[in-house]
């Protein structure tokens, strides 16, 4: 047994007396209450679980407590502003319709999410790729993939319409 400090959605987490080998996802959801990460398949092959370490979009079901420590651990409850304002792309989801019965969608966003901060303008095929590891049995996908495109477009918008300084 050990204590980890975890950063988690800019905020520091005493954990004690946790196995270094305990899955993130379950320190998430059974110690801290965060049960926005989901699990689906525990074996880091559906996506449920997808949370970002350091920005990148990461399985927490077999990512070990102990190795996460000392990083930056964003869940889709940390997506949102600390004023309550959605993401882009929750905000994207809504307007899309993207969820079906929803439960692969936090993992498809945070997905999405590290997608766009690494790619702001993919393409269909770099979206498919990106999100090829999260399986959403409704079969949602040219939902997902219209929500990215969205989303990338607003950025775009948003850049050339800024004003410029003179």
Not at 73 to 100: R, Y
Not at 126 to 153: E, F, P, W
């Amino acid at each position: 047994m050990a204590d980890f400090t975890l950063k988690i959605n800019g905020k520091p987490h005493q954990i004690s007396n946790i196995e270094p080998d305990t899955p993130l996802l379950w320190v998430l959801r059974d110690t801290l209450g965060l049960v926005g990460t989901k699990f689906g398949c525990g074996v880091a092959q559906c996506g449920a679980c997808t949370i970002h370490l350091d920005g990148s979009a990461v399985r927490s079901c077999s990512m070990p407590v102990s190795a996460a420590a000392g990083m930056n651990i964003t869940t889709i409850e940390g997506l949102a502003s600390d004023k309550g304002e959605l993401h882009p792309l929750q905000q994207a989801w809504i307007d899309n319709d993207v969820p079906q019965c929803g439960y692969c969608q936090a993992g498809q966003i945070m997905s999405a999410a590290a997608l766009l901060a690494s790619n702001p303008q993919p393409t269909d095929a770099q979206i498919d790729s990106a999100m090829s590891g999260n399986l959403c049995r409704c079969g949602t996908y040219h939902r997902v993939r219209k929500s990215i495109h969205d989303v990338a477009a607003k950025a775009v918008s948003a850049k050339t319409s800024a004003p410029t300084a003179g």
